[in-house]
């Protein structure tokens, strides 16, 4: 079935520090690919999403490149900020379908 | 309502209980979510209703768990005979139309403790 691993954390970094974190998946079919985030007391928000390969999602210095052969959609940062901290899933979901499956969540902390 | 409203947002039940936990989508979206996190866990899908039906119930891990959308607007998540093992947060969530995935919204959950 299909399924979404990533990265585990917690992952530490130092304010401006480059951040990646990986995510890789399974599917039968196309699947839409995106990254929520989960920030400290408040639900789940959508980060990016890409819908083909060879896309890129990006929002608020985040992006996130559509690999299709290598079933990758890793998230990056040039340089991360404190108000970064949070929860980060990486989801999919295939184009027939409704349900989002998630990963386990990654969480980040940033040290100012 | 602007956005997602879930209640209560924190709920403590003996074993063997019933609860219901409530979700009121945003206005007009037609499409309503069920999903469970458990700590440490990504969410794992419930349920979706499109407008009164459940459209795909595949997602509720037994018969002690049952949704209804009567009227197509709020939703009721239903646990009878309450385990240990069903303490976790259930999130919400509302979309304008079933496969409008980018419209996806949130509530911040229901904090479910069975003691």
């Known amino acids: 079935g299909n399924s979404v691993t990533q990265m585990e954390g917690p992952v530490t970094l130092s304010e401006e520090a480059f951040l990646t974190i990986n995510c890789t998946y399974t599917?039968?079919?196309?699947?839409?690919l995106f990254w929520y985030v989960q920030y400290p007391g408040e639900g789940l928000q959508l980060l990016l999403k890409?819908?083909?390969?060879?896309d890129k999602g990006s929002n608020k210095g985040f992006e996130a490149t559509y690999r299709k052969e290598t079933t990758s959609f890793h998230l990056e940062k040039g340089s991360v900020q404190v108000s970064d901290s949070a929860v980060y899933f990486c989801?999919?979901?295939?184009?027939?379908?409704?349900?989002?499956?998630f990963g386990s969540g990654t969480r980040l902390s940033i040290r100012p | 309502g602007a956005g997602v409203s879930q209640t209560p947002s924190n709920k403590v039940t003996e074993k063997g209980k019933y609860v219901e936990l409530r979700c009121d989508p945003i206005?007009?979206?037609?499409?309503l979510y069920w999903y469970r996190q458990s700590l440490g866990q990504g969410p794992e899908f419930l349920i979706y209703?499109?407008?009164?039906?459940?459209?795909?119930d595949s997602g509720l891990p037994n018969d002690r768990f049952f949704a209804v959308r009567p009227e197509g607007s709020v939703s009721t998540l239903k646990i009878q005979r309450t385990e240990r093992g069903d303490s976790a947060v259930y999130l919400c969530?509302?979309?304008?139309?079933?496969?409008?995935?980018?419209?996806?919204?949130f509530g911040s959950g229901t904090r479910l403790t069975v003691v």
């Open positions: 969530a509302s979309s304008p139309a079933t496969g409008d995935l980018y419209g996806y919204t």
């Open positions: 890409a819908t083909k390969a060879d």
């Open positions: 206005s007009g979206h037609t499409a």
């Open positions: 209703f499109q407008g009164t039906g459940a459209a795909d």
């Open positions: 989801a999919l979901s295939e184009s027939s379908a409704s349900k989002i499956i």
């Open positions: 599917a039968t079919g196309y699947p839409s």
